[in-house]
């Protein structure tokens, strides 16, 4: 059986790691005052200055039914079964368009990731593997579901302006940070974003600590793979990250660019350290 690996361009996986691994992805949309914009096709950087120069906040639009239809029906034109790992039920509309969908077609089946970004990526790369391995679609589709609760997704942030804007930040908790310069860690749990721990101080100092704080409470990784994921960073922040995952034993380290839709709702100088917390299994 040739099975399709699918989720939504908030996998922030590169066009490079998309081939390597043959997944196929179907864009939400980011809409910045009239403009609207396949996600994966506009950088951080084009967010981030329109919302400098507006003082407005981009919006990301999830993908509809008829986006989800189309694409699932390109796909089963090569493929006799597809497995969709979506974005996220807690963080938008997008699984619940992508399952009433595959409700009306034969040999889809759409996986709630309870994740974003590189969360979701480190799902699929997953699957891709036990797919080219000849593993069975029921086989596949467990093993996903078991690992989903150990997906480690988390990041630093340097302001909350964007998560506040975008509704997902108390006005308290912004005042708050403000006023004492607190650079927070976001954690995803149960599918949705938590604040974690509270930091101070430059960036660097910032990365490092949050870097070592998740090492140490999830310590259980799986070495196999680890990404990197940024809104924006300094180069010397990148290389002290990858310096430290190397010493904690990673095999596989990638560097990947955050897509609009997390840069829209997280901002700049955002980063974060994503792995699979299940070393035993």
């Known amino acids: 059986m040739k099975i399709a690996i699918s989720t939504e361009t908030t996998v922030d996986l590169t066009k490079d790691l998309l081939k390597e691994f043959d997944i196929h992805t179907v864009a939400f949309t980011i809409v910045m005052g009239e403009e609207q914009v396949a996600d994966g096709e506009i950088s951080p950087e084009e967010i981030f200055s329109f919302h400098e120069r507006t003082k407005i906040l981009p919006r990301t639009s999830a993908v509809n039914e008829y986006q989800y239809e189309t694409h699932f029906q390109e796909l089963l034109k090569s493929y006799d079964a597809i497995i969709h790992i979506s974005l996220s039920s807690a963080l938008s509309v997008a699984y619940t368009n992508a399952s009433n969908v595959a409700k009306k077609l034969n040999n889809v089946t759409v996986i709630d990731s309870r994740s974003l970004s590189t969360g979701i990526a480190l799902l699929c790369l997953h699957?891709?593997?036990?797919?080219?391995?000849g593993e069975r679609l029921s086989n596949i589709i467990n093993s996903i579901y078991e690992r989903i609760?150990?997906?480690?997704?988390?990041?630093?942030?340097?302001?909350?302006?964007?998560?506040?804007?975008?509704g997902r930040c108390s006005l308290l908790s912004f005042i708050g940070a403000n006023l004492l310069g607190i650079k927070p860690q976001i954690i995803v749990k149960d599918g949705k974003m938590i604040p974690g721990r509270k930091y101070r101080g430059k960036m660097i100092r910032v990365v490092k600590q949050y870097v070592e704080d998740t090492l140490q409470y999830y310590h259980n990784p799986d070495l196999e793979q680890v990404f990197i994921t940024y809104t924006t960073a300094d180069f010397e922040i990148i290389e002290m990250v990858k310096t430290m995952l190397v010493e904690r034993g990673f095999k596989?380290?990638?560097?990947?660019?955050?897509?609009?839709?997390?840069?829209?709702?997280?901002?700049?100088n955002c980063l974060g350290i994503l792995y699979i917390n299940d070393g035993d299994r």
């Not at 596989?252 to 700049?268: D, F, K, L, M, N």
């Open 252 to 268: 596989r380290i990638e560097v990947t660019r955050a897509g609009g839709t997390i840069s829209s709702h997280c901002g700049e």
């Open 127 to 133: 699957a891709q593997k036990l797919v080219r391995a």
């Open 149 to 166: 609760p150990f997906v480690q997704a988390s990041f630093a942030l340097e302001k909350v302006d964007y998560l506040y804007k975008g």
